[in-house]
C-alpha cells in the first residue's frame, strides 16, 4: 500500500478519532493504543492518503475509510493482546497455538462482551510490532502469525 505519498494514520481510540502523520505522531498512537487499558473499545486503526471519517463524528455527508482496518485490543497490565485485520479480500485474527492458562480473554468488543477465539492471544512486544509494521504499509503485518477470523 506505501506508495511513497505521505499517508497518514487515523485511529480510533475510546471511540474517538486521532490522526498522526509523522513517526513521532505515530509513535504516540502506537503507545496509546498498546499500552493503555481501553476497557469498553477496541482500537480502530487505518493507513491511508487522507484522513478517515464517519458521519457521525465529522461533518460529511458519507463515511470515509479505506477498505482495510485493524482492530486492537490489549490487556497492558497482563502482557497479552490480540489483533483482527480485515480488507477486501478476507479477515484474519492473530495466531498463537501456545497461549497459557493464566492470559486473560481478549476482546473483539469489549462494550459487549465479543471475545476473540483464544488461539488470537499473543504477548504485547507481539501486538507493538505488528501495530508499528502495519503504521508504515497499512497492510497485514508479516511479524505475527495469522488465522482465518472467526465470523462474529
Given at each position: 500500500?506505501?506508495?511513497?505519498?505521505?499517508?497518514?494514520?487515523?485511529?480510533?481510540?475510546?471511540?474517538?478519532?486521532?490522526?498522526?502523520?509523522?513517526?513521532?505522531?505515530?509513535?504516540?498512537?502506537?503507545?496509546?493504543?498498546?499500552?493503555?487499558?481501553?476497557?469498553?473499545?477496541?482500537?480502530?486503526?487505518?493507513?491511508?492518503?487522507?484522513?478517515?471519517?464517519?458521519?457521525?463524528?465529522?461533518?460529511?455527508?458519507?463515511?470515509?475509510?479505506?477498505?482495510h482496518q485493524m482492530r486492537v485490543h490489549t490487556s497492558p497490565e497482563e502482557g497479552w493482546g490480540a489483533i483482527n485485520f480485515s480488507?477486501?479480500?478476507?479477515?484474519?485474527?492473530?495466531?498463537?497455538?501456545?497461549?497459557?492458562?493464566?492470559?486473560?480473554?481478549?476482546?473483539?468488543?469489549?462494550?459487549?462482551?465479543?471475545?476473540?477465539?483464544?488461539?488470537?492471544?499473543i504477548r504485547l512486544d507481539l501486538v507493538r510490532a505488528a501495530v508499528r509494521e502495519f503504521t508504515v504499509t497499512g497492510a497485514r503485518?508479516?511479524?505475527?502469525?495469522?488465522?482465518?477470523?472467526?465470523?462474529?
Amino acid at each position: 500500500m506505501s506508495s511513497g505519498a505521505e499517508l497518514i494514520l487515523s485511529a480510533i481510540i475510546d471511540n474517538r478519532f486521532v490522526y498522526a502523520r509523522t513517526g513521532a505522531e505515530k509513535a504516540e498512537v502506537i503507545d496509546r493504543v498498546v499500552d493503555d487499558a481501553h476497557p469498553r473499545w477496541a482500537s480502530l486503526l487505518y493507513l491511508w492518503d487522507r484522513p478517515c471519517r464517519s458521519m457521525r463524528a465529522h461533518d460529511v455527508e458519507e463515511n470515509e475509510f479505506p477498505r482495510h482496518q485493524m482492530r486492537v485490543h490489549t490487556s497492558p497490565e497482563e502482557g497479552w493482546g490480540a489483533i483482527n485485520f480485515s480488507d477486501e479480500e478476507a479477515a484474519w485474527d492473530t495466531h498463537n497455538p501456545a497461549v497459557p492458562d493464566e492470559a486473560p480473554p481478549m476482546y473483539f468488543d469489549p462494550g459487549h462482551g465479543t471475545e476473540f477465539d483464544r488461539s488470537a492471544t499473543i504477548r504485547l512486544d507481539l501486538v507493538r510490532a505488528a501495530v508499528r509494521e502495519f503504521t508504515v504499509t497499512g497492510a497485514r503485518p508479516t511479524c505475527v502469525a495469522w488465522q482465518a477470523a472467526r465470523l462474529i
